[in-house]
């Protein structure tokens, strides 16, 4: 069971718009830690998508975008394309255990 | 560019120690402003955070994990390790190694960049 919860799936169409949920609570995103998104392809290294408000490292297309209120977080995905076939997690800090937390993943189908 | 790189035994028996060692390359683990962490994957659910140890050699550990685990850095191989004791079933899945950055105007850590990972199966 993860700290953060993630919907096991989500699916859409090539051109449409998917959000991925990334739900918390009190200790952990809802105390004004940021939610740092990442794209992980089974037997790669996982990669950095989103970090802090709303940033994009070098590299990372501004087809994915990422918000937070109160204790959930979302990641935005525009334009969808067969590359964003993929597994994608959500991570933040949290205060009760001390350390960092992910959420469960969600894996993306590009129908 | 700052690369990391996994290694491990592979295969482990219940009860064992396990060791895994990450080199890392294109910067320094004595770098100011980072921390250098273990992340896990378990066969079929999320990543689980291990621990950490920053450029002074401080470290810090998953509560749940916190009896079993010991890591530690080789600043002369700029590589950092992690010993798991006591393994169990529960303990096998894919193991990586990261670099925690806190980027100003983030609350709170990121990963960036990652190993690719060693499995780690514990079996008899």
């Known amino acids: 069971q993860s700290v953060l ?10 051109g449409q718009r998917v959000t991925i949920s990334c739900t ?19 037997g790669t290294a996982p990669k950095l998508l989103i970090y802090g408000k709303n940033n994009r490292p070098s590299g990372v297309p501004d087809r994915f975008s990422g918000s937070k209120s109160g204790t959930s977080a979302s990641l935005a995905i525009t334009g969808l394309q067969a590359e964003d076939e993929t597994d994608y ?21 590009v129908l | 560019q700052v690369q990391l790189q996994e290694s491990g035994p592979g295969l482990v028996k219940p009860s064992q ?9 294109g910067g ?11 992340i896990r994957q378990n066969p079929g659910k ?20 916190k009896s079993r685990v010991f890591i530690s850095g080789d600043t002369s191989k700029n590589q950092f390790s992690v010993k798991l004791r006591s393994v169990t079933a529960a303990d096998t899945g894919v ?17 960036h960049p990652w190993g690719q990972g060693t499995l780690v199966i514990v079996s008899s």
């Not at chain 2, 120690?17 to 390359?25: N, Q």
Request: proline content about 5%.
């Open chain 2, 28 to 38: 320094s683990i004595t770098s100011g402003g980072y921390s250098w962490s273990w």
């Open chain 2, 17 to 25: 120690t396990v060791s895994l060692t990450c080199i890392v390359s």
């Open chain 2, 95 to 111: 193991y990586f190694c990261a670099r925690g950055i806190v980027a100003a105007g983030t609350v709170g850590e990121y990963f």
């Open chain 1, 24 to 42: 918390g609570s009190s200790s952990n995103i809802g105390a004004g830690y940021d939610v740092h998104w990442y794209q992980h392809l089974p």
């Open chain 2, 46 to 65: 999320g990543l689980e955070w291990i621990g950490f140890i920053n450029n002074s050699g401080d470290t810090r550990y998953n509560p749940s994990l």
């Open chain 1, 5 to 14: 919860t993630q919907p096991p799936s989500v699916s859409g169409a090539p």
């Open chain 1, 89 to 109: 997690y959500c991570q933040s800090y949290d205060d009760s255990l001390t350390g960092w937390v992910f959420g469960g993943g969600t894996k993306l189908a």
